[in-house]
């Protein structure tokens, strides 16, 4: 008896949990890191730019982390559904607080001495 390739890639919902715990992982990571980022450019004078730079990323980490169960169901929906998968408001977030602390990072590297 062979097994269908449906069956085959099928865990029964664990592929979207893994993928809701993924995002979480990057939210937390950027609302964590940008937060503590931005006290310390704060306390140590930094220019007003890394600051917002910073605290960008915290809010995008936020704004991930608050569509977490949205995201889940989603996801849930369109494995279940056989549809395809679309993540491109949440991945947008996402670059756009990568990209904030690595903007925050290149003004922290030029300004330190």
């Known amino acids: 008896m062979g097994i269908t390739p449906e069956e085959e890639i099928w865990d029964e919902g664990l592929q979207s949990e893994r993928t809701r715990l993924a995002w979480v992982r990057t939210a937390v990571a950027l609302s964590t890191g940008g937060l503590g980022a931005a006290g310390v450019a704060l306390r140590s004078g930094l220019p007003a730019p890394a600051i917002a730079a910073f605290a960008l990323a915290a809010l995008c980490g936020a704004v991930l982390l608050i569509r977490t169960r949205q995201r889940f169901r989603r996801v849930q929906a369109a494995l279940h ?16 607080g990568t990209l904030s602390v690595v903007a925050g990072a290149v003004t922290f590297v030029f300004t330190v001495r």
């Open 81 to 96: 559904g056989g549809r395809p998968l679309d993540a491109g408001l949440d991945a947008i977030v996402a670059w756009l």
